[in-house]
């Protein structure tokens, strides 16, 4: 057990888990939380020049701050942890991205989508609905679509971002 904490501890460093900035894994972007922790900023590595920028706002409207930031390269986007809430953004990093919809979708038909919101494209966010608040995000090892959200309590979620949900809860350790 104490293995599979120093490979997550491991891989969270060599991903970038950090409050302060990632980069993404192809290196073209660098992801980082400004004014206190309420912005998420998207940058060009190779300029430096800032891309986008969006304010954290949680499902219920409420500014909130990022509890941790991480990149997953195998899909090609950032995920970012609200604090004190229970909810993940994934946001990616390819143009071909989404539609991603909040909340419920009538019809999923080729021209025919009917939802309340919908994001695509470079930069789209997708939101990631838990059961509970995390205070940090790690990859899982070996899982393209999986990462562990570490709980106030010491559990840890795992968070499966292809079906946007939990799938397990391990205990603390």
Known sequence: MRLFAFILAALAVAAGAALGQVTSGDGAWIGRLEAGGHELVIAEAASGADTHRRA??????TVA???ALIAVPARRSFVIAL???????EVALDPGAG???DGFVHSYEAGMEES?????GLFARQRIVIDA????????PGKR???????ADGRRA???LAVKREIAVLPPE
Request: overall charge negative.
């Open 158 to 160: 795992v968070i499966n």
């Open 116 to 120: 309340l919101a919908a994001e695509e």
């Open 56 to 61: 954290l706002v949680s499902r219920d409207g």
């Open 83 to 89: 604090e004190g809430f229970p909810e993940l953004w």
């Open 145 to 151: 679509y999986a990462v562990v959200g570490t709980r």
């Open 65 to 67: 701050r990022g509890a």
């Open 99 to 101: 539609p991603f919809h």
């Open 133 to 140: 608040p995390v205070t940090g995000l790690a990859p899982m």
